[in-house]
């Protein structure tokens, strides 16, 4: 059974940073695409940034655009996300997501076969 365990959440002040991070526990898994999504109280959930198997490519959300980066480590099958000058439109739960079939950066929840648990980030004005 493959998890992915996620860390970092939490509150920061508008115009902080914060760092999400995101594992693999399964030795025999290999990640194929990771990405993040968030949903916010009473909202649907979104995409916020993908990234391909090898790194080359990512997508991201014109809303995170220019603000947040993607990154992953494969040895570690780790995807990081981080978040600067973070927003109080940014307060969601954020869950991040791995698919065993798609190798590149996708920004549609259909693509991604597992989930993390999710992380509350809240961003205070």
């Known amino acids: 059974q493959v998890q992915l365990v996620e860390s970092g959440g939490g509150v920061v002040q508008a115009g902080g940073s914060l760092r999400l991070s995101c594992a693999a526990s399964e030795r025999s898994f290999t990640p194929l695409a990771m990405a993040w999504f968030r949903q916010a109280p009473g909202k649907e959930i979104e995409s916020v940034a993908a990234i391909s198997w090898m790194g080359s490519n990512t997508y991201f959300a014109d809303s995170v655009k220019g603000r947040f980066t993607i990154s992953r480590d494969n040895d570690k099958k780790m995807v990081v996300l981080q978040m600067n000058s973070a927003r109080p439109e940014d307060t969601a739960s954020y869950y991040c997501?791995?698919?065993?079939?798609?190798?590149?950066?996708?920004?549609?929840?259909?693509?991604?076969?597992?989930w993390g648990q999710g992380s509350q980030v809240t961003v205070s004005s």
């Open positions: 997501a791995t698919s065993q079939t798609t190798s590149n950066a996708s920004g549609s929840a259909r693509a991604y076969d597992y």
